[in-house]
């Protein structure tokens, strides 16, 4: 059985994935500088209330580092995520908040060989709850395996 601890810090992570798809999906729909972007999810959205709904305390540094780093390798997500995809499918023609779930997935499973894979997949499944239907979570899962299965073998 988890620790207490262990309970805690796999839903500050839980929140930090959520939170960092949210603040990717800003970033890509305004344009929103990410030295701005981090201070305000830091200041006014994690651990925070808005509108009665109360966010889950993130961990701030992983969450950080999945913005910062999907940010960075930005490119060499895409062409990753671009060649799982059918040949008639291109990445800009996913929604916004889909490529963000995906970016966000993938950066975890080729930078974060600390995080087991079905740990990564799993949780993108959930966050992908938060956003579509039961269909869009095979896609996510068919596509975030196929990658796991390039970048850890």
């Known amino acids: ?29 305004e344009g929103t500088p990410l030295p701005r ?29 999945l913005v910062t780093g999907v940010d960075a390798r930005r490119e060499e997500i895409d062409a990753l995520i671009a060649a799982k995809l059918a040949d008639s499918w291109s990445i800009d023609r ?7 779930i995906l970016r966000a997935g993938a950066f975890e499973l080729i930078a974060r060989a600390d995080v087991p894979t079905g740990a990564v997949i799993n949780e993108y499944l959930d966050v992908t709850d938060a956003f ?18 390039q970048a850890r073998g």
């Not at 972007?37 to 580092?65: C, K, M, P, S």
């Not at 039961?134 to 299965?149: M, P």
């Open 1 to 29: 059985m988890p620790s207490p601890n262990a309970k805690n810090r796999s839903r500050a992570r839980a929140a930090a994935r959520l939170a960092a798809v949210q603040a990717l999906y800003q970033q890509e729909m």
């Open 37 to 65: 972007l981090l201070t305000e999810f830091h200041q006014h959205r994690l651990g925070a209330v808005i509108e009665d709904v109360e966010y889950a305390e993130a961990d701030v540094t992983f969450f950080d580092d």
């Open 94 to 100: 996913l929604d916004k908040p889909m490529r963000q």
């Open 132 to 149: 579509y239907d039961r269909r869009e979570k095979g896609f996510v899962n068919g596509l975030l395996d196929a990658i796991a299965k």
